[in-house]
Structure formats: structure tokens, C-alpha cells
């Protein structure tokens, strides 16, 4: 059968290894499970669909014990099995969306149990256990317990009501607006059953660059019916709101977030969302943003701005997601702007909103040091904004592993509690105990047949899920898996595949932008390189703005000779990045302007190493070519062609990338190719 990529992670196929085709036969005789609601439905129909597929036959599900030994699904609310398990422990320290994998001895036969505290629970417990059958890994002792770390771990599209995706490249919106409600597209349930499989539980429908019509009567009952859809899957609905939409749809002539009519108009906006949709998330909005209206428009403040909204969907329970990505044009330094503007507001926000900040300071660029405002305010509930569709990455034509990228950001230390205070214990609530957790990943779905157009861009949409529900996790280790899950288990594939993978990010980090250097792309797509650009309508869009170079040298000071943007930083990380001479090298020219002849770790001038570094990005797609070459019918043909025909468009761009910014570059440095390279055609 043609291998077109729909089916993700979720394959399902009859397990290849004998040894544990045989275990897993033996110890799986029956499936019992007690209770009735729509998410244990699809608990019965995904237990049944993936052993089924695994074991290469069906096994009887029933609702009593018999003597035989089973897989007991339930909840102590709803099955009597599991409530008589001795469990209530170890289920008390799980919350409402954890699960435990474990096993019992009752009545002298040894049982495999899948128990939470909520259906919701036992559905992601269910896709655990079938993920040990996928891996091959043995069921004989059993005893994972699982709960997410961070509580609301969302999904944002930036889906227009066109069905144009801004920064999509997947092919259209998936959201069909002109046939909903009356027409249920399956791929609304085929998405909520791949969001659950890994952990995400909320999805914004609408680009934060919203159209307020999607908040009329019209659009909210087509929103209605997929939060319907996507409700017994554990997924909650969420929209994006544009700040005028009192004026826009709501017919007042002020947006002024002081003025009584507005917030009587937005608690009876939210009063009317609640009413389509009981379990409404909440809102996610962009103020004061590259041309979206904000409070600041009237002389508020984001927390004055945000706070109406959120007390109008605190009744409800609901919360406001403000974004911390803004920047003007007049500043001296774009990468300054969201700690300037928001921690002066730590402690005015209301208790249900939630800041969302970008993993770095601009704007999702291939590295990025971690964005200041993480560990900056101790009174603001901080969520994290990841990016998953490869706008500054290839688009879908590239491949590139965001697993080292979505650890690095995690991983990196604020210190501002110390060493180990890391973002992911900022944003965990660990820190500062927040009382909202967040996570966002701006979404690479669409309608193309394999969901992301690159096979690997799956990859990206599995760690991000896997990540928000255990930031804990290696990106190596979600590679392992997502291969094995998506391609095949043989070592000869995934050990040279995953190492192809894990090199994919640094690859196009080094074809684009090494040693620092930052955002040299043509502007408006994103896609290729423009370092020349020097005029646009605002300085700050321009490549020049970012590189900062002249025939003396390159990069942005933001020590206290520049910007000083710096001085955002606990004084430990910003000892570790003052010294040119000591600092981690992949971040240099983030924050030093330094002369091209200046000495490097490795004895070579910047200019050197900088060139060398752009050849080294071609090389590394080259061999990820090769190694991808040398894995031709270890899988499907499909996929495997297609790859191959991706990697050749990611070689070339890669070409242009290095030679576009090496001979600008030298245009200013006036220094030679170094010995030894090739020249740039
Ligand atoms: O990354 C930039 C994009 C814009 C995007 C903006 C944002 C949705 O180029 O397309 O707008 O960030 O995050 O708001």
C-alpha cells in the first residue's frame, strides 16, 4: 500500500519481533474495561485498533474479570476492578491527567492495569502502554507512572479564516469554515487522537493576527463543533481575540480597556462563547504588535488591557494568554523591548493570565539565547511560546530537528534562584509558583496528505508534545522513538537516521547564521538570505540592523558599550556572556561587535571561523545526503524518495545560504576565502 505519512506515529503494525509478538500474545488475553462515556469509547476503540494492528489479532474486550490474564482499563469512579486494586495511593499522586501502567495479582492471575483518575487520564495511559508494544519493549514488569509537569499545553495555529496558515506550509487551514458546522471533516478527530497520543490539551484555532469576525455568532458555532469534536479527546478549544473587536464587530466606537462599555461588552462576549462552548479555554491575544491594537492605543498598559479580558473569563474559569513578543520601530534594541515593557507590570496582572514569551528575544531564530523576561517576573504567571512550523528553518522543505532546539531553550539556566533555575522550572511553576502552567507551539499541520509536507516535520509536532509534557525528556531520546514508531525499528535505519536528525538543527543554524549572527533574511518569507537588506519600512526589519557589519567587524554590542540589553540578565549568565574571550562561542556575536581579525578558541580569526563555520553547515547537509542515501530500502519507497528529493532542495539552499553570505561579508571584510575552501560561485 502507498505510504503517504498520514498515519504519523500511529502506525500500529504487527510487531516485528517474535520474541515479544510471542510475550505480548500471552500476557494480553482480554481487555476489560467498566464505564460509559464518549472518551471511553475511544479508549475501547484505540485499545482495540492498536493491538489489533500490533498483535495481528483482535482480542475480546469485555466488561467482567474473567481468569484470564487481561489489561484492566479504568478509572475507581467507574470500574470496580480498579477501585478493589489497592491503587488510591499511587493514583493520589497523579492529578487528573496522569496515569499509572502497572500490574496486580488478583485471585492468583497476574493482570496489566491502565488506571487514572479521569477517562481523559486513561487515554493518554492507553497510548503509553501501546507505545511499549510499538517500541518492542517488554510488558512483563510494568510500573510507569506518568503525569504532565506543565497544565495547559497548547497548540497555536496561525490559521486565517481563508484558510491561509501564516508561516504554514503544510497546505491549508484544517479548520473547513465554510462547511462547518454541518460537515465534520474526519481529519478533526484524526487531529485530536495525534494531539492526545502526545499530551496536548488545548488548541487556539486562529492566527494572533485575528480577524474579530471569528468571535461573531456565525464563527463561534463552527467553533463550537470542533471543540465537540476535539472535547472526549482531553482538548479544549481556545481563539485568538483582536483588541478592537468591540469596535469591529461589536459596534462600540472605543476599544478602551477603561471604559465601562467595553468591559460590559467583552463579559458578554465571553458570556456568549461559554454558551456555544461550555468548556471554552480562553483567550490568546497579540497587542500592540507589528499593527495589531493593543491597550497602548489609548494610553493603557498591557496589564490594564489584559486584565478586562481576563476578569471577563474568570466567572468561567477561563484564561488569557497575553503574548510578550512586541517591538517598535524607534528603539535602539529590538532584543530589549518585552523585559522593558513587562517587568515593570510583575504583579499586575490578574491571576488568570499568563504571559507568553518566545523562547528567545527576537523571534524564533534558528538559535537564540533565552529570552530575559524567563525568571523575570516572580509575580506573573510565564508560559513558553515554541515555534514547531520552520519559518526561519527551510519552511516544510528542510529538514531540521527541533528536539536540541526546544531542550536548549528549556534546559537554559536563568540562575535567577541559583544554578539548576532553569526555564523549564520557571515556566513548570516550579520557581515561583505560578498558578497557570503553560506551554505553545506555534503549529506545522496542514492539509497536506502527511499533515507537516516534510516526513520529518512529524517529528517536530511529536517532540513538542512530548516535550510540554515532560520537559525532562533528551530530544535524542523523542527521536528514538518517533523513528522506530515512524519508520521502522531496524538499527541500520534508526542509529544513523536519529544522528542525522539530531545534527539537523546545528546544520541549519550553520548554513544560515553561525557564531551568533541573527536574523539575515530576506525579509517578508523568511526563507532565504538578504544580509544586504538595509532599507524597509522600519529599521528593525532590516538585516543590517542585526549583523551590524562594516569593513572593521561584525556582530551587535549589547554589553554596556552597546545596548546594555545584557544588564536584563542575572548577573551569573551575564558574566558568562560579557567576555568575548570566554563566552560559548554559538552565541558571540548576539552580543559583541568584534574586528574581524579577532582571536577565536579554535586559533582562527572571527572572519576565519566564520567562513569556515558556513562551509562546515554545507558539509553537514551533505552528509545527512549520504546518510540518507545509504538507508534506501531499510523503508517504504514513498517516503524514502521523498526525503531524498527534499535534501537535494535543502543542499542547494544551504549553497545559496553560504555563498550569499560569505561574499556580502567579505564585500565588507575585504579578507580572502581562507586556504583551503573552495571558492563561492
Ligand atoms: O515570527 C513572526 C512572524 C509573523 C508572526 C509574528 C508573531 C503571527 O514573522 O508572521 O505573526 O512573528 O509571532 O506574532
Not at 500474545?25 to 500490533?54: A, D, F, N, P, Y
Not at 510494568?142 to 496558515?165: C, F, G, Q, T
Request: aromatic share 12%; with cysteine; net charge negative.
Amino acid at each position: 500500500k502507498a505510504e503517504d505519512g498520514s498515519r504519523l506515529w500511529l502506525r500500529y503494525e504487527q510487531v516485528s519481533d517474535e520474541e515479544m509478538l510471542e510475550q505480548y500474545r500471552s500476557l494480553l488475553q482480554e481487555v476489560v474495561i467498566q464505564g460509559e462515556s464518549e472518551t471511553l469509547s475511544i479508549v475501547r476503540h484505540e485499545i482495540q485498533k492498536g493491538l489489533t494492528g500490533l498483535l495481528g489479532h483482535s482480542i475480546p474486550i469485555d466488561k467482567v474479570l474473567s481468569q484470564t490474564q487481561s489489561l484492566i482499563i479504568g478509572t475507581p469512579a467507574t470500574s470496580k476492578v480498579v477501585a478493589s486494586a489497592g491503587l488510591d495511593e499511587s493514583l493520589k499522586a497523579i492529578g487528573d491527567e496522569g496515569f499509572l501502567v502497572t500490574m496486580k495479582k488478583m485471585e492468583g492471575v497476574t493482570h496489566r492495569i491502565i488506571a487514572a483518575n479521569t477517562d481523559i487520564g486513561l487515554l493518554y495511559g492507553v497510548f503509553r502502554f501501546l507505545k511499549q508494544l510499538q517500541l518492542h519493549k517488554s510488558i512483563r514488569d510494568l510500573s510507569i507512572e506518568s503525569a504532565p509537569r506543565i497544565k495547559h499545553r497548547l497548540l497555536n495555529h496561525w490559521d486565517n479564516l481563508d484558510r491561509s496558515v501564516e508561516r504554514g506550509y503544510a497546505g491549508l487551514s484544517l479548520w473547513e469554515w465554510s462547511t462547518l458546522p454541518e460537515y465534520k471533516s474526519p481529519r478533526y478527530v484524526d487531529y485530536a487522537r495525534a494531539n492526545a497520543s502526545i499530551g496536548i490539551n488545548g488548541t487556539v484555532l486562529n492566527n494572533v493576527n485575528s480577524d474579530p469576525r471569528m468571535m461573531t455568532e456565525q464563527y463561534l458555532e463552527k467553533a463550537s463543533a470542533l471543540a465537540d469534536i476535539f472535547r472526549p479527546y482531553g482538548i479544549k478549544v481556545y481563539l485568538s481575540a483582536n483588541f478592537y473587536a468591540p469596535m469591529r464587530i461589536g459596534g462600540l466606537d472605543t476599544a478602551d480597556p477603561l471604559d465601562p462599555e467595553v468591559q460590559q461588552w467583552w463579559k458578554e462576549k465571553v458570556d456568549q462563547i461559554y454558551e456555544h462552548i461550555p468548556d471554552f479555554g480562553g483567550f490568546l491575544v497579540k497587542a500592540n504588535s507589528e499593527g495589531q491594537p493593543g491597550p497602548a492605543d489609548y494610553g493603557r498598559t498591557h496589564a490594564e488591557g489584559a486584565n478586562v479580558l481576563a476578569e471577563a473569563l474568570q466567572p468561567h474559569g477561563g484564561i488569557l494568554m497575553w503574548r510578550a513578543f512586541v517591538y517598535s520601530a524607534d528603539q535602539e534594541d529590538r532584543f530589549r523591548e518585552g523585559y522593558d515593557e513587562f517587568v515593570p507590570l510583575d504583579g499586575e496582572f490578574a491571576d488568570n493570565v499568563i504571559l507568553q514569551v518566545k523562547n528567545g528575544p527576537i523571534d524564533f531564530q534558528p538559535r537564540e539565547p533565552f529570552h530575559p523576561l524567563f525568571g523575570a517576573l516572580p509575580k506573573t504567571n510565564t508560559m513558553l511560546e515554541l515555534q514547531v512550523t520552520q519559518e526561519y528553518f527551510g519552511f516544510s522543505n528542510h529538514l531540521a530537528y527541533m528536539g536540541p532546539l526546544y531542550e536548549e531553550a528549556l534546559q537554559s539556566d536563568t540562575y535567577v534562584q541559583g544554578e539548576g533555575s532553569t526555564v523549564a522550572k520557571v515556566i513548570d511553576g516550579d520557581l515561583f509558583d505560578y498558578k497557570h502552567t503553560g506551554i505553545a507551539g506555534v503549529a506545522n499541520t496542514g492539509t497536506d496528505r502527511n499533515w507537516t509536507g516534510h516526513p520529518f516535520g512529524q517529528a517536530n509536532w511529536y517532540v513538542y508534545g512530548r516535550m510540554a509534557w515532560d520537559h525532562s525528556l533528551t530530544a535524542e531520546k523523542v527521536a528514538d522513538e518517533w523513528l522506530r514508531m515512524t519508520f521502522t525499528h531496524d538499527p541500520d535505519f534508526v542509529e544513523p537516521v536519529k544522528s542525522m536528525m539530531m545534527k539537523s538543527r546545528e546544520a541549519g543554524v550553520k548554513y544560515r547564521n553561525p557564531l551568533g549572527l541573527t536574523h539575515l533574511y530576506a525579509q517578508g518569507h523568511h526563507y532565504g538570505p538578504a544580509p544586504w537588506t538595509a532599507e524597509l519600512s522600519r529599521p528593525d526589519w532590516t538585516a543590517v540592523y542585526y549583523h551590524r557589519a562594516d569593513s572593521a567587524g561584525i556582530g551587535f554590542d549589547r554589553t554596556e558599550s552597546g545596548s546594555n540589553a545584557l544588564e536584563q540578565y542575572q548577573p551569573s549568565v551575564r558574566a558568562r556572556f560579557e567576555n568575548p574571550e570566554t563566552m560559548p562561542e554559538e552565541y558571540l556575536l548576539w552580543f559583541h561587535h568584534l574586528p574581524w581579525d579577532f582571536k577565536l578558541n579554535s586559533g582562527k580569526t572571527l572572519w576565519e571561523e566564520l567562513v569556515h563555520r558556513y562551509y562546515e553547515g554545507v558539509t553537514m547537509v551533505e552528509e545527512m545526503q549520504k546518510t540518507w542515501n545509504s538507508v534506501e530500502g531499510l523503508i517504504d519507497q514513498e517516503r524514502f524518495d521523498h526525503v531524498q528529493a527534499l535534501l537535494e532542495i535543502q543542499k542547494k539552499d544551504a549553497l545559496w545560504w553560504r555563498n550569499a553570505c560569505v561574499l556580502y561579508f567579505q564585500s565588507l571584510s575585504g579578507k580572502p576565502i581562507p586556504a583551503g575552501l573552495e571558492k563561492p560561485a
